[in-house]
């Protein structure tokens, strides 16, 4: 009789716990891979090999309040959120700097129905535009371009691109990539072969734009 009311109380042990263990054993992989996901980023970021930019960590915020376009427009300061975003940062842009937002345009064009999804945008650090560069310009249309107009707004906006030995970003010809959080998270180095640059770019790129929308 003891053994009967022992394989009983076993059964109703199993019974009672064998679906939420169950669950527990499906979910506890997902809620751990959901916390570092969110909670330690630089983890998965030290993981993640594939990327051809480097990453910045951790990520910093970039505000685009009280800033003007190229003709004194006030820009949204939300114009980041719920979308990625290049952004390249120069003192002018001559040629060099032409040919560097012809492969950030290329890029875009390669993400297909996400396209709506990435933002580019120049930042000039030197007041001051030319007519030949506003004609220039024009072969990039969607683009948005900011002009620094004094030393407070320059120290104010390129204080979150200072990181490592990148004192001074403005002259560093690095293309930097900001996530649909306005967190700075990614920039690539100028290269010899742009044309592999541009195609570094896209490949991250079009992981980048997959992986968010799984997020959402």
Request: overall charge neutral.
């Amino acid at each position: 009789m003891n053994n009967n009311m022992t394989k009983t109380s076993k059964q109703s042990f199993f019974s009672r716990f064998a679906i939420p263990l169950m669950v527990l054993v499906f979910i506890a992989p997902m809620v751990a891979a959901w916390i570092v996901y969110n909670y330690f980023p630089g983890m998965v970021r030290t993981l993640n090999a594939s990327n051809h930019g480097e990453f910045v960590i951790p990520p910093v915020e970039v505000s685009l309040e009280g800033l003007t376009d190229i003709d004194g427009n006030a820009i949204d300061k939300d114009y980041f959120l719920k979308n990625w975003s290049y952004v390249y940062i120069r003192q002018q842009c001559d040629e060099d700097c032409l040919n560097h937002l012809a492969v950030i345009k290329n890029v875009r064009l390669t993400q297909g129905k996400e396209i709506s999804r990435l933002h580019r945008i120049l930042v000039l650090t030197k007041p001051g535009v030319s007519e030949q560069l506003r004609k220039n310009l024009q072969q990039f249309p969607g683009m948005l371009t900011i002009v620094l107009t004094d030393a407070a707004q320059q120290e104010k906006f390129l204080q979150a691109f200072k990181f490592k030995d990148n004192t001074e970003p403005e002259s560093a010809k690095y293309i930097y990539i900001v996530d649909p959080d306005a967190m700075l998270m990614m920039y690539y180095q100028d290269k010899e072969d742009i044309l592999a640059l541009g195609k570094d770019m896209q490949k991250d790129m079009s992981k980048l734009m997959y992986n968010s929308k799984l997020r959402k």
